[in-house]
């Protein structure tokens, strides 16, 4: 995965300053490589098949001996940890809803670290994509969620997942920021000039 450009990050900046102008939402944009590591999912999938495969070839052919069958555990085992180590190779053995709930929490976590639940009159608001995850959260303080319902959210979300998916993260940022625009606009209008919390774009790189 490839974070944003310098360049591409100004513009994701921008657009948060040109809605922020016409209301009092304060958004904060989050872009992580991976929620997780991972690490322990090849090595939890090379241990299930280095038990089951010995004693399935033993059972069926009653070839192999006790020692045998250690001999062929621990080199299942670690075939299976190299293997499974490479990139991209892992990552398809995590099941959706592991990876799903890792990008949720750090998406909650975000909205904690950013401060967005100490914005004057509860209208911070956090879009948050996980790329590796191919997920997208936006999540709201009371000061907006009283006055735009969730499926408005999910609407602009799914778009953007969309984005993701194909590879195109900052359209789907600079789409997703003028469609939340337009909602806080009317719903969240500027009453004073403010700007609480940094526009720039958070990145969050993979952790090793």
Request: proline share 4%; aromatic share 8%.
């Amino acid at each position: 995965m490839t974070l944003l450009t310098d360049k591409e990050q100004q513009q994701v900046a921008s657009a948060i300053s040109d809605v922020e102008r016409e209301t009092d939402a304060e958004l904060v944009t989050v872009l992580a490589d991976a929620s997780d590591s991972y690490s322990y999912i090849p090595l939890l999938w090379a241990g299930i098949i280095a038990l089951l495969i010995p004693g399935t070839i033993n059972y069926f052919t009653g070839s192999l001996g006790a020692d045998w069958l250690l001999v062929v555990q621990w080199a299942t085992f670690i075939v299976l940890c190299l293997l499974l180590q490479f990139p991209g190779v892992g990552h398809h053995l995590i099941p959706r809803p592991v990876r799903f709930w890792r990008a949720s929490n750090m998406a909650r976590r975000q909205f904690l670290e950013q401060n967005l639940h100490h914005t004057e009159g509860g209208v911070g608001m956090l879009i948050f994509v996980s790329e590796a995850e191919h997920y997208v959260e936006i999540l709201v303080d009371q000061g907006i969620s009283s006055k735009v319902g969730d499926d408005v959210w999910e609407g602009i979300v799914k778009t953007f997942t969309d984005r993701v998916r194909s590879g195109d993260t900052l359209a789907g940022f600079l789409e997703c920021i003028e469609s939340c625009g337009q909602h806080l606009r009317e719903q969240v209008p500027a009453t004073h000039e403010k700007n609480e919390l940094p526009n720039h774009l958070v990145l969050i790189p993979k952790r090793s």
